[in-house]
Structures are given as structure tokens and as C-alpha cells.
């Protein structure tokens, strides 16, 4: 315990070091993009992100099919941890997505395939996390495994199905590639080192904070079938 | 200067939602870590 | 008894449960009727943007009306105590699922006629013509509502807060299918060609094998408790 204890110690430092790095990149290092000036700089916030969010749901699929192969309640934990998380980084890229859109489109939101994709996303997760709450003790793991192995397959399916829905009416803002410079790669590529680092210290933490959550419940369902015997004892 | 602005939300509004999570976790430790000392106090005095 | 048998038991059962009482079926034609009524004032459907508008409509109102029928699949299992012994039949998840799928898509499919016939009377829109086409889409994407309805169905009939839960799980999950299906249903009833509805028939065929393929390896889960 004490050595995790050390290692995460270690981990943390590196992360908020990553960051520190991260930001120094960002508003030094990095160039201000000529046609977007400087509210291009969101971008560093905002692919990270929503990298970030679908490696978590992705996480979250793979540990829903092991929990339903496995029955292990790990794998519950660690798909619930990671949708938690994925949903803090989604809610981020729908957020920094708009305040880049205003400035540079003109408008906070359009019906992009993309964009709305995410949101469609984001609310699958919503509901994801809301099933957990509602669900019964003893199907709450299978349940959201279900759910979760069904949102994640459905991604894919409603992209393309919006991407037609498009093609069809054509989109008013178009030509939104952004060419990047070396030093603008370099940016990215570092925050999103110091974003996955973050992820990963978020995923442990959580991951630790549920099996806690479990044990004082194994606790306590223990205890309370040694009282529960005892005033059958008393009783009889 | 409107694009700064633009700017400076996007990072506060990221940041505050990470510091928000990060907090809630490190406050439901805290909590889960008092029951698990309660409890074990409280083994501790029936045996 | 073969599979089929075993599976069509259990479609005959809740078909003549359904005949008996006539509950589910009323209500989901009187919701749909509602929602033509409602959306003629909500949108102001004049001639000219009926067109633009009237697949959209259609589809509403089949899927509000489709959720209350999925309410009540497991739903009415659950209020009068006979899950257990629809789960203790000698039939697989898999059987009891197909049983109930085909259910839920039979009343769905009643109450879809009765609502098309109401547009063509209060809409004055024809759809006698393009009843083929039209016929196939309405087939593929009532069965994907009904195939992932029926699991969540199953799901939600055990939380706390059934009829909420249910629309919520469902109505993420179905986004590409009525997207398809109101595009596609747009387009022939614009009087497009049939091959200007390919790309939809498409993801309607993708949605409906994934989702009954998703549902055939996870239903067994859902229901072992």
C-alpha cells in the first residue's frame, strides 16, 4: 500500500509538471495562428479532450464486455469509473467546442455531424451514469454493461446516418481545417501528453475511491448480518 | 481583445470543472476513510 | 415444440391477453391521433411547408405512441407477477425476446396503419402510391425501435422510475434510425426515387442486424436475475 501510495506521489508530481509544461507551451511557445488569432489557442483544450473522452467510453465498452465474460466486478468499477470521466471531458469539449465556434463561425452551435455526434454521445454517457443511480443493487453492474456495450456500438452508426443527413443539405460553414505549424504539433502533441496523464491519475483515483465504496459496503453487509443472526439467537 | 476573452473562459471553465471533479472525488475519500475509521472503532469496542 | 412454435406462443399470448383487454392498442392509436391533432396547431401546417414537415410528424407520433407500448411489454408482466413464470418456460432469453420484439412490433404496426390512414384523412396527403416504399421503411425502422425497445424494456421494468427510464435509455440509442427513417419517409413521400433512399435503407439495414445481433448476446444477461 505504501509503495502505491509513493508511486502515485510520483505520478501526481509528473502530471501537474506535464501541465505546468502544457500551459507554457501554449501561451509562449506556440504562435498565434494568423486567420483565427488567438482564440485558436482553445484548440489545445479542446482535441485533448475530446481524444480523451472517447478513449474513456472506449474504456468503458472494453470493461462492459469483460464484466458481462468475465462476472468480475473490476471490470464494473473500472467501466464506471471511466464513463465518469469520460463525461467530465466530454462536457469540456462541448463546452470549449462553442466558445471557439463564436468568435470564429459566428455561431455557438451547429448541427455538424460531428458536433451533434458528441452531444449524442455525451448524452448517452448522462444516461449511462442515471441508469447506475436507478438500477437495482444486484442488476446494476449488468445493466449498465448492457447499456454501456449499446452506446458505444451506436456511435458509429448515428456519424454516418447524420453525415448523410448533411451531405443532403449542405452545411453553411465549410473550409474549418486548420493548418498547423511545427511548433503548433508540438503544442498539441504536449498537451495531449499532460491531458492523458491527467486521465490517467482521474481513472485511478476513482477506480480507488470505488473499491472503497465497495469494501465499506462488503463491511457493512457483513455487520449487519452478524447483528441480524444474533437477535435471531436472542430471540429464539 | 475579444478572442483573450474567448480565450480565458474556455481555460477557466475547463479548469473549474476538472478542480470541481478532483475535489468531489478527494471529499468522498475523506468521507468513505471517516466511516471505515468509525467502524473499525466501533468493532474495536465490542471485542 | 420447435423454437418458432415456442417463440410464436409467446406472441399468441400477448396478442390474445391484448385482444382481451384492449388497453395497450386503444391507448397507443388515441396518444397517436393526439399527436397529429397537437402538431397541426403546434406547427401551423399549412400546404406549403406539409410536405417538408409531415414525416417528421409521422415519425413523433409513432414513437411516442411505440413507447407506450414498450411501457407496458415487460411493464404489465411485472405488475401482475408473471415475469417468473415467463421465465421459467422452456424456451431460451432468446426465444422470450423474439416473442416479445414480434409483439410489441405487431401493435406498433396496428397502430401505424391507423395513424396513416388518420394523416391521409385530416392531412389530405395520398399515401396510397408510394405504399411500397413507404411500407419498407416503416418496417425497418419500427422493427429497430422495436428490437432495442424490447431490451430496455426489459431493463427499465426492474428500476425505480420505469416509464422515465425507458424513454430516456431508448431515445439516445434510436437517433440514426429515425434520423433514417424520417429522411427516407421525406423523400418518398416528396415523390423521390426509390433509389434516392438507398444510402437510408442502408443504415435502417445496419442499425436493425447490429442492434438484433447485440440483443441475441446480451438479452440472457438482462433477464437472469
Known amino acids: 500500500m505504501t509503495h502505491n501510495r509513493a508511486f502515485l506521489k510520483i505520478f501526481q508530481f509528473v502530471t501537474?509538471?506535464?501541465?505546468?509544461?502544457?500551459?507554457?507551451?501554449?501561451?509562449?511557445?506556440?504562435?498565434?495562428?494568423?486567420?483565427?488569432?488567438?482564440?485558436?489557442?482553445?484548440?489545445?483544450?479542446?482535441?485533448?479532450?475530446?481524444?480523451?473522452?472517447?478513449?474513456?467510453?472506449?474504456?468503458?465498452?472494453?470493461?462492459?464486455?469483460?464484466?458481462l465474460y468475465k462476472r468480475n466486478h473490476r471490470w464494473d468499477m473500472i467501466a464506471f469509473s471511466s464513463a465518469e470521466i469520460g463525461v467530465i471531458f466530454c462536457t469540456i469539449?462541448?463546452?470549449?467546442?462553442?466558445?471557439?465556434?463564436?468568435?470564429?463561425?459566428?455561431?455557438?452551435?451547429?448541427?455538424?455531424?460531428?458536433?451533434t455526434t458528441t452531444l449524442i454521445l455525451w448524452f448517452i454517457y448522462v444516461v449511462y451514469l442515471m441508469l447506475r443511480r436507478v438500477a437495482g443493487e444486484n442488476q446494476r453492474s449488468t445493466f449498465s454493461a448492457v447499456f454501456g456495450i449499446f452506446g458505444f456500438i451506436n456511435v458509429p452508426i448515428t456519424f454516418l446516418a447524420i453525415r448523410l443527413w448533411r451531405t443532403i443539405h449542405p452545411l453553411v460553414i465549410t473550409g474549418k481545417g486548420i493548418s498547423i505549424s511545427t511548433p503548433m504539433t508540438h503544442t498539441l502533441i504536449i498537451a495531449s501528453v499532460a491531458f492523458f496523464l491527467l486521465f490517467l491519475l482521474l481513472l485511478i483515483n476513482r477506480i480507488v475511491l470505488e473499491k472503497m465504496r465497495f469494501k465499506v459496503e462488503e463491511i457493512r453487509a457483513f455487520i449487519e448480518d452478524k447483528i441480524h443472526l444474533e437477535h435471531e439467537k436472542q430471540g429464539g | 481583445m475579444a478572442g483573450t476573452l474567448y480565450l480565458f473562459a474556455a481555460f477557466g471553465i475547463t479548469w473549474l470543472i476538472i478542480f470541481i471533479y478532483i475535489f468531489s472525488i478527494s471529499r468522498r475519500q475523506k468521507t468513505l476513510e471517516r466511516q471505515i475509521e468509525k467502524i473499525s472503532k466501533t468493532l474495536g469496542d465490542h471485542s | 415444440m420447435t423454437f418458432i412454435q415456442k417463440v410464436w406462443a409467446i406472441v399468441w399470448k400477448d396478442i390474445t391477453s391484448e385482444l382481451r383487454t384492449k388497453e395497450i392498442l386503444l391507448s397507443m392509436c388515441l396518444f397517436s391521433f393526439l399527436v397529429l391533432i397537437i402538431f397541426n396547431f403546434a406547427l401551423d401546417t399549412g400546404l406549403k411547408n406539409l410536405r417538408e414537415n409531415i414525416s417528421g410528424i409521422l415519425w413523433v407520433a409513432f414513437i411516442f405512441?411505440?413507447?407506450?407500448?414498450?411501457g407496458r411489454s415487460f411493464g404489465v408482466e411485472r405488475d401482475r407477477g408473471t415475469l417468473h413464470g415467463l421465465l421459467l418456460c422452456p424456451i431460451s432469453p432468446w426465444g422470450i425476446y423474439l416473442g416479445k420484439m414480434i409483439g410489441t412490433f405487431i401493435f406498433m404496426v396496428v397502430m401505424e396503419i391507423f395513424t396513416l390512414s388518420i394523416v391521409t384523412v385530416l392531412y389530405n396527403i395520398n399515401v396510397i402510391p408510394f405504399l411500397l416504399p413507404l411500407g419498407l421503411i416503416i418496417f425497418l425502422g419500427t422493427l429497430g425501435f422495436a428490437t432495442i425497445g424490447t431490451i430496455f424494456s426489459a431493463m427499465s421494468a426492474t428500476t425505480k422510475a420505469r416509464d422515465v427510464m425507458l424513454s430516456i435509455l431508448v431515445f439516445p440509442i434510436s437517433v440514426p434510425m429515425i434520423i433514417a427513417s424520417v429522411k427516407a419517409t421525406g423523400i418518398i413521400l416528396w415523390g423521390g426515387a426509390i433509389q434516392e433512399i438507398y444510402s437510408w435503407l442502408k443504415i435502417l439495414i445496419a442499425f436493425d442486424l447490429v442492434f438484433l445481433l447485440l440483443a441475441y448476446l446480451t438479452f440472457g444477461f438482462i433477464i437472469e436475475e
Open chain 1, 16 to 67: 501537474f509538471f506535464m501541465m505546468l509544461l502544457a500551459l507554457y507551451a501554449i501561451f509562449v511557445y506556440a504562435p498565434v495562428e494568423k486567420s483565427m488569432g488567438i482564440v485558436q489557442k482553445i484548440f489545445y483544450l479542446h482535441v485533448p479532450s475530446a481524444f480523451l473522452a472517447f478513449f474513456a467510453f472506449f474504456i468503458t465498452f472494453i470493461a462492459s464486455i469483460l464484466y
Open chain 3, 65 to 70: 405512441s411505440g413507447l407506450m407500448g414498450l
Open chain 1, 93 to 115: 469539449v462541448l463546452i470549449t467546442g462553442p466558445i471557439w465556434a463564436k468568435p470564429i463561425w459566428n455561431v455557438w452551435w451547429t448541427w455538424d455531424p460531428r458536433l
